[in-house]
């Protein structure tokens, strides 16, 4: 990440918060999840990384829901699946299986 950070490799850099956050979550560490997160999605935003925005949505969602902030997950699932419909990816059925599950409507 330090790497990244100084040779300006923004995509690597996003690369690697969303990874640190995989491993946050994996390690049941919620909160720290979503700061990796939320910094991921930032740098996806600024260079324009709509497959790494939706996934950092979509694992920000599953971070927030753990914590039982539904209105939230729910509200970025959206967000997610709305960029996976948009890029034609095949990870949209997981967020429209995740709402549903969530007892959620597949848009805003």
Same mark, same amino acid.
């Given at each position: &990440?330090? /790497?990244? %950070?100084? $040779?300006? !490799?923004?995509? +690597? #850099?996003? =690369?690697?918060?969303? *990874? @640190?956050?995989?491993?946050?979550?994996?390690?049941?560490?919620?909160?720290?999840?979503?700061?990796?997160?939320?910094?991921? &999605?930032? /740098?996806? %935003?600024? $260079?324009? !990384?709509?497959? +790494? #925005?939706? =996934?950092?949505?979509? *694992? @920000?969602?599953?971070?927030?829901?753990?914590?039982?902030?539904?209105?939230?997950?729910?509200?970025?699932?959206?967000?997610? &699946?709305? /960029?996976?419909?948009? $890029?034609?990816?095949?990870?949209? #059925?997981?967020?429209?299986?995740?709402?549903?599950?969530?007892?959620?409507?597949?848009?805003?």
């Amino acid at each position: &990440l330090q /790497i990244r %950070r100084e $040779i300006g !490799d923004r995509r +690597g #850099e996003g =690369n690697d918060l969303g *990874n @640190l956050g995989n491993a946050y979550s994996a390690l049941g560490e919620a909160q720290r999840a979503i700061e990796y997160y939320d910094a991921s &999605l930032k /740098i996806r %935003r600024e $260079i324009g !990384d709509r497959s +790494g #925005e939706a =996934n950092d949505c979509f *694992n @920000l969602a599953l971070e927030w829901f753990r914590l039982d902030e539904r209105d939230r997950a729910i509200g970025l699932a959206q967000d997610a &699946l709305a /960029i996976y419909a948009a $890029i034609e990816s095949p990870h949209a #059925e997981k967020a429209r299986k995740k709402l549903a599950e969530w007892g959620a409507g597949a848009v805003k």
